[in-house]
């Protein structure tokens, strides 16, 4: 065979073997691209670019979950409090831990220091302190390492606040309410006349004769709250006109007030709506300094978060690692959202008032997620999850 032609087929041979090996090359990267674990790995890469698209009309970004989480290295040097936020179930924590009462207040823990079981849960026998509707004072947060609190959509506990705050569902929530506070509140009948009070789209006119209609139908048998007896409310003789209504619904909102604003009138107690609306996430941050170790409950997750929790307490500290779950014996509710009279004053009916409430709400959103971002004992999915159903009710 002549060399030419034999050079030629040599030539033709490689060509072959090269086309095969770029055929099979080919068909194992499609067969790696099909694999489980690269499927998974570009479905965790879709919900991160998906999850930081939803963070960021807050401000937020997926960066920030793991740099702001904080724990505390020695378990020994845990010295734990309890934030309780206003209607996210903290009633309920409250009677599950053994400290469960105000440090503002200085009252004794009536029926909390005896008769716990063996079973009585980690939690509770680490919890050292216990704050409610205040900030905790500089001198004790320094001494506190670790923050447990509990939280909820942020849309949901403002509906539940203005419900429970106001003045015509006092025969159920048993509240005693001030004539201040009818006078503010008879601005506000239901809530989307809150909501468009704030945006600055209605003026509420104040009506005396309303007003008088109302603390008329709320009248309240005697009632005993914490230990202390109330008598009835006094008629009252002569009552004067709130002022501007715009101007209190912002207030509500938290749009014209400082932290020392609020600090103040929380003290001096001059203000209806500092109770649980304006004393909001953002006010409760201020006690949540980015050094501490946060725990969080979420009410949508109570009871799986407190089992977390204890687990989490007890895991790195010999006295507590054989400790039982959270039995269900020990899960105490004390429930004090109601249902209300009325409940249509409460609800929102039209698809843009729920915008307007969300708008109003953002920065309170925003601090929703940091905490949940903080939180040790949550996680990516968990992050997504409170994103989402915050979405649900904002995004119509």
């Not at 080919?26 to 570009?42: D, E, T």
């Not at 202390?228 to 002569?238: A, D, F, N, T, W």
């Not at 959202?337 to 953002?362: F, I, M």
Request: net charge positive; proline share 4%; aromatic share 10%.
């Amino acid at each position: 065979m002549p060399r030419k032609t034999l050079l030629q087929l040599t030539i033709i041979c490689i060509v072959i073997w090269l086309g095969f090996q770029v055929v099979l090359l080919y068909r194992f990267n499609s067969h790696l691209a099909a694999a489980p674990g690269s499927q998974q790995n570009h479905t965790r890469q879709q919900h991160h670019y998906n999850l930081d698209r939803r963070l960021s009309k807050y401000n937020l970004t997926l960066s920030r979950l793991l740099t702001r989480k904080k724990s505390v290295p020695d378990d020994d040097d845990r010295v734990i409090a309890f934030l309780h936020i206003g209607k996210t179930s903290g009633s309920t924590i409250s009677v599950n831990i053994r400290r469960g009462c105000h440090e503002c207040c200085m009252q004794a823990c009536t029926g909390r220091t005896d008769g716990w079981t063996l079973n009585e849960t980690i939690a509770s026998q680490r919890i050292q302190s216990y704050y409610h509707k205040e900030f905790i004072p500089h001198d004790k947060l320094n001494q506190i390492t670790t923050i447990v609190t509990a939280v909820r959509n942020p849309i949901s506990r403002f509906i539940s606040a203005f419900a429970y705050e106001h003045p015509l569902n006092g025969r159920t929530t048993k509240l005693i309410h001030r004539r201040e506070v009818w006078e503010q509140f008879s601005c506000f009948p239901k809530l989307s006349h809150l909501i468009k009070a704030a945006k600055g789209l209605a003026e509420i006119r104040w009506n005396k004769a309303h007003l008088n209609a109302l603390r008329a139908q709320a009248k309240q048998d005697n009632t005993v709250q914490f230990g202390k007896i109330y008598s009835l409310p006094k008629r009252v003789q002569e009552v004067v006109q709130p002022t501007n209504c715009t101007e209190l619904a912002m207030t509500a909102f938290g749009m014209i007030q400082t932290t020392k604003d609020v600090q103040k009138l929380l003290m001096y107690g001059q203000h209806p709506f500092v109770n649980h609306m304006t004393f909001d996430y953002r006010q409760y941050y201020q006690s949540m300094p980015p050094e501490k170790e946060l725990f969080v409950l979420r009410q949508e997750h109570l009871w799986k978060d407190w089992e977390h929790i204890n687990f989490l307490l007890g895991k790195d500290n010999p006295n507590y690692r054989d400790w039982p779950a959270v039995p269900p014996f020990q899960r105490v509710e004390r429930n004090v959202s109601h249902h209300y009279s009325a409940p249509e004053r409460w609800k929102l009916h039209e698809t843009q008032e729920q915008r307007w409430l969300c708008d109003l709400l953002h920065d309170e959103i925003r601090t929703y997620l940091m905490i949940i971002m903080r939180a040790v004992n949550l996680n990516e999915d968990d992050l997504r999850n409170a994103v989402i159903d915050v979405d649900r009710l904002c995004i119509i």
